[in-house]
């Protein structure tokens, strides 16, 4: 069994992280890691969401704390997708400090003898924030199609774990509900209300991480 730490929405507090030493083989996270440089949109003030802004805050933000991170991480794998708050590359910026981390994709990663598989994408809202779709479909059965074990998204599959704003991917649950396939688990955040919730349906294990740092045990392939 793999004893996987997994994080979401930590919208800038990683000093949790740094506290936290309970023992784990591999750490997810699910979007949302950084802050942001504008929350709210004032009255004459730039917008939500600009990548010009929030690229090189984040950048900014994070590079007295990489070296930190880094060394708390250790040998110890990072998987993870980008939330929408996110506009830079969590696993690409540990990874010039020598971790091993990696950015999931709809294309897949093995790790462990398992194939974990994911995306960023969420359901549009109001176009302010990063990966927005109007269309989750592609995305979704794209991700299926590599054949995972283990989904990282950062929005939930609709109707499970998410809050009451419509957080939830419709035709990811659609496609896991009806279509054949080997998930036994979903990572996903967002939703901030349901965080620190799971839940099983149908044989996969759905793990909602928003603003918590929770240890879970998976198989090992």
Excluded: Y
Aim: overall charge negative; some cysteine.
């Amino acid at each position: 069994m793999i004893r996987v730490l997994h994080t979401s929405d930590l919208h800038g507090r990683f000093d949790k992280l740094l506290n936290f030493m309970e023992p784990f083989d591999l750490w997810i996270d699910t979007g949302d890691f950084f802050p942001n440089a504008i929350e709210r949109k004032e009255e004459g003030g730039p917008d939500r969401g600009v990548p010009a802004i929030e690229t090189p805050f984040q950048r900014e933000w994070i590079a007295p704390h990489l070296r930190d991170l880094a060394n708390w991480l250790g040998r110890r794998p990072l998987l993870s997708v980008p939330g929408n708050h996110d506009f830079t590359d969590l696993a690409g910026l540990l990874r010039s400090q020598g971790a091993d981390a990696q950015q999931v994709t709809t294309k897949g990663v093995d790790l462990f003898g398992i194939r974990f598989a994911g995306f960023r994408d969420i359901p549009f809202r109001r176009g302010e924030w990063a990966a927005e779709s109007h269309d989750l479909r592609p995305v979704s059965l794209e991700a299926l199609d590599c054949d995972p074990d283990v989904l990282l998204t950062h929005a939930p599959p609709a109707g499970i774990l998410e809050d009451d704003r419509g957080d939830g991917n419709v035709p990811l649950a659609t496609a896991l509900g009806f279509r054949p396939h080997k998930v036994r688990a979903h990572f996903f955040g967002h939703s901030h209300r349901c965080g620190g919730k799971d839940q099983e349906i149908n044989g996969i294990h759905f793990f909602n991480g928003a603003q918590r740092l929770r240890t879970h045990m998976i198989w090992e392939g």
